[in-house]
């Protein structure tokens, strides 16, 4: 099932070429000062969709060569994920016209980026300070309209969100959003495709490395 971005035709219809707005970081937050505790982050973008994770500590009892896992949050459109209400309609509907959004919430052994069946695919891996972190999941948490679960599917757990989807507020944005919250130099006004977002967090791995070279590694 493809999941809850807009589907290529769509977004090719309203990209447009970013020529301005450069987001800066935020100062105090990112990047975190030298020597200070930082937390790690994977933003994985698939050829539709955005998913942020984090690593999560190794349980005592776990066995020695357990795989790590990863808690990832993402955004779609729940009359296109959950309710298969897609096809034409269902592109106009989810890009022009404010429709339920859901906040997926799962936990894995490997990041989307590795197990997305829709690649080609990048993973871009930050370290946030201590009070960026707290500020992002804040964030994400509060994207939640209510505790229980509209669905479980495997291991994902899908909430109701706050906002709904649409053209402007979709996983790239969502994402976007999130991010920025962490203090990274990330807009959502700049992240209305793939392409656009993906720059913006290439700029980001760049300030960093100061490396004209893209920082995204491509995993196939």
Wanted: contains cysteine; proline residues 9%.
């Amino acid at each position: 099932m493809t999941r809850g971005c807009a589907p290529r035709a769509a977004v090719a219809l309203v990209f447009f070429v970013l020529i301005a707005g450069c987001a800066t970081p935020r100062a105090g937050l990112w990047p975190p000062e030298p020597g200070q505790p930082t937390h790690t982050i994977h933003v994985s973008l698939d050829t539709w969709h955005a998913m942020i994770a984090f690593p999560l500590a190794p349980q005592p009892e776990a066995h020695r060569d357990a795989r790590p896992a990863f808690e990832e949050w993402g955004y779609a459109e729940r009359g296109w994920y959950l309710e298969g209400r897609q096809g034409v309609s269902g592109v106009f509907r989810a890009l022009f016209w404010p429709s339920d959004g859901v906040v997926e919430v799962t936990v894995s052994d490997r990041i989307w980026a590795q197990r997305t069946p829709q690649p080609p695919a990048d993973v871009f891996v930050f370290q946030l300070s201590e009070t960026g972190y707290q500020r992002l999941r804040r964030h994400l948490a509060a994207t939640i309209a209510a505790s229980e679960p509209v669905a479980i599917i495997e291991t994902s757990r899908f909430y109701a969100a706050r906002d709904p989807y649409h053209l402007f507020h979709q996983c790239h944005q969502y994402a976007a959003r999130a991010l920025r919250e962490g203090g990274l130099p990330v807009s959502p006004v700049w992240a209305l495709t793939r392409t656009s977002f993906a720059m913006q967090l290439r700029r980001a791995s760049q300030i960093l490395e100061g490396q004209p070279a893209a920082a995204g590694q491509v995993l196939k």
